[in-house]
């Protein structure tokens, strides 16, 4: 290594050193502020500002351009304006057994599932027996009323009779 004395001019040395490492060397030996103003800003923080103005763009075009469902959940009464109607089944029943497996290939109009309806076959022959009964208390009701209009006619003949023999003696 060559040595240069004071005033000597040393080519070689100091051009064994790139110009970056030179400026490198020279800012370390500056006070704080002068190192700062000096040094260039670092790549890393340009790229933190790349990548934040990437995704503000990318969050605004998907503001513009992207689709968000809305949903909204409350807790509240639902108040019916007209006549409410319950629904329930048309019948029920039990399973008895079901005809079909999964994966088979039905026709229309083939049955699907058989139920137990013996409570229902019960709740028919009751049915019958009241509207026969309900029947017959319909022809009961007839008849009295038959029978009442019909006394109706004879108490009125019977009081009509009656005034015309009292004036009449």
């Known amino acids: 290594m060559l040595r240069c004395l004071p005033g000597m001019v040393c080519t070689r040395v100091y051009m064994r050193y790139s110009r970056d490492d030179r400026m490198k060397r020279y800012r370390e030996f500056l006070p704080a502020v002068l190192e700062v103003q000096d040094s260039p800003p670092s790549p890393a923080g340009r790229g933190i500002i790349w990548c934040v103005m990437l995704t503000m763009s990318a969050a605004l075009l998907w503001a513009a351009w992207g689709k968000v469902d809305i949903v909204a959940v409350t807790q509240g009464k639902i108040v019916v304006s007209e006549l409410s109607r319950p629904v329930n089944a048309a019948v029920t029943a039990e399973v008895a ?8 290939h039905v026709a229309q109009g083939q049955p699907l599932i058989k139920f137990n309806d013996g409570h229902l076959q019960a709740q028919i022959k009751e049915n019958r027996l009241r509207q026969r009964i309900n029947r017959y208390h319909i ?31």
Do not use: W
């Not at 057994?97 to 088979?104: H, I, L, S, T, Y």
């Not at 109706?152 to 009449?168: D, F, K, V, W």
């Open 139 to 169: 022809a009961r009701l007839t008849l009295l009323n038959r029978y009442y209009h019909q006394g109706e006619r004879y108490r009125s003949a019977s009081s009509r009779l009656s005034t015309r023999g009292c004036c009449a003696g």
């Open 97 to 104: 057994a079901v005809m079909v497996r999964e994966g088979m």
